[in-house]
């Protein structure tokens, strides 16, 4: 070993071998991987608390859509009837209605 290595060897058994350098590393390690609240759940809990606002805005922009489509099917009667039409294929008694399924008309050509 040449004499600049075992100068940096030397240097770093002092900086490790100092009791606040190992006071610290050792409480540092104690409170990365044992300690009750450690900082890997804390990580953990901190993406789930994100996932958790993504979809609390998600469900509050649907909430507020769901808000409108309610108001329009209350407020019209031609409104209401369309929904009813498209969504549950409801009639009238002199009507007969032709349901044509895009994907299938695809699939013949």
């Not at 300690?35 to 507020?64: A, P």
Request: hydrophobic fraction near 35%; proline fraction near 0%.
């Amino acid at each position: 070993m040449s004499a600049t290595g075992k100068k940096k060897l030397k240097i770093l058994r002092r900086i490790f071998l100092n009791k606040y350098t190992l006071v610290f590393l050792i409480f540092a390690g104690y409170v990365t991987f044992f300690d009750k609240h450690n900082l890997i759940s804390r990580w953990k809990i901190y993406q789930k608390n994100k996932e958790l606002e993504k979809e609390i805005k998600y469900y509050d922009e649907k909430i507020k859509s769901d808000r409108t489509k309610l108001f329009e099917l209350k407020s019209s009667n031609e409104n209401l009837e369309k929904f009813a039409r498209e969504h549950y294929f409801y009639k009238k008694d002199n009507e007969d209605v032709f349901i044509i399924n895009k994907k299938d008309s695809n699939k013949n050509r």
